[in-house]
């Protein structure tokens, strides 16, 4: 067994690349989700802490997921209808017990952009206890009209 710097071996070192890829497979797989429009699938804690830093009417700070869904429903997606979600880059750090996300991405309408933005997330043991999104606030209030 080769020991890599600071003691971590390898067996520790695959554990924890294998975990990574896997939330960001789970990552990827809940933005299609975001894009289905399927918000009841997505795995989100009772007491998840969301921010949505977007202009009036999208900025919200809400707590709870069956607020957060509501807010899905009723202000995001019918303002913004048919809008798919790419992700462009991901990155993960963290054990099970607190995994820190952070994705970069774009939203279009019929492969035109939309708008682009940045999310920061937190989950802890499979569930979104925390969500940061920071979308181009411009671009997004050009294309609510």
Excluded: C
Excluded at 59 to 70: Q, S
């Amino acid at each position: 067994m080769i020991v890599w710097p600071l003691g971590t071996t390898t067996t520790q070192y695959d554990r924890t690349m294998h975990y990574r890829n896997f939330v960001r497979k789970q990552a990827l797989a809940d933005w299609k989700l975001l894009s289905d429009q399927s918000i009841d699938d997505t795995p989100l804690a009772d007491d998840i802490h969301f921010v949505f830093l977007g202009p009036d009417p999208l900025a919200a700070d809400l707590r709870g997921a069956e607020t957060v869904r509501a807010w899905f429903r009723n202000e995001f997606f019918p303002r913004l209808p048919h809008l798919q979600f790419v992700v462009e880059e991901t990155i993960v750090e963290g054990g099970p017990w607190s995994t820190r996300i952070a994705t970069r991405y774009r939203t279009e309408r019929d492969g035109t952009l939309v708008y682009r933005g940045v999310y920061f997330g937190r989950v802890v043991w499979g569930k979104v206890v925390e969500e940061r999104i920071l979308p181009d606030t411009k671009a997004l209030a050009a294309a609510l009209g």
